[in-house]
């Protein structure tokens, strides 16, 4: 059975960095693109980054976050990170982390691609 757990998420001030680590398992960690998301209070769901199966050479990210933010994963570990940096009061959310659905490609920014998800890491940054 897939499972998806975030964790790393907490309060920091503006300015400051966190990163948020996925732990998956129930599947072949490597196959697959993965995604991270965020919702923040009374929004939608958005695209935040993207990162590539396999080595993960492709990385993609919304232009709100462009420059500050990194996707990584490390297959041997079944994990997926993002490194958030130069925080801003606007990146308040609760932070997903999801599988997209096909094997072997380079993820989307939609999020109705995506087929398991984690339950969710609240990031909050206090200006």
């Known amino acids: 059975q897939e499972q998806l757990v975030e964790s790393g998420g907490g309060l920091v001030q503006a300015g400051g960095s966190l990163r948020l680590s996925c732990a998956v398992s129930?599947?072949?960690?490597?196959?697959?693109?993965m995604g991270w998301f965020r919702r923040a209070p009374g929004q939608e769901r958005e695209f935040v980054a993207r990162?590539?199966?396999?080595?993960?050479?492709?990385?993609y990210y919304a232009d709100s976050v462009k420059g500050r933010f990194a996707i990584s994963r490390d297959n041997a570990k079944n994990t997926l990170y993002l490194q958030m940096s130069s925080l801003k009061a606007e990146d308040t959310a609760v932070y997903y982390c999801a599988v997209h659905r096909q094997a072997y490609g380079l993820g989307s920014p939609n999020s109705w691609e995506y087929d398991y998800w984690g339950q969710g890491a609240q990031v909050t940054v206090s200006s």
């Open positions: 129930g599947f072949t960690f490597s196959w697959y693109a």
């Open positions: 990162i590539s199966w396999n080595s993960g050479s492709a990385t």
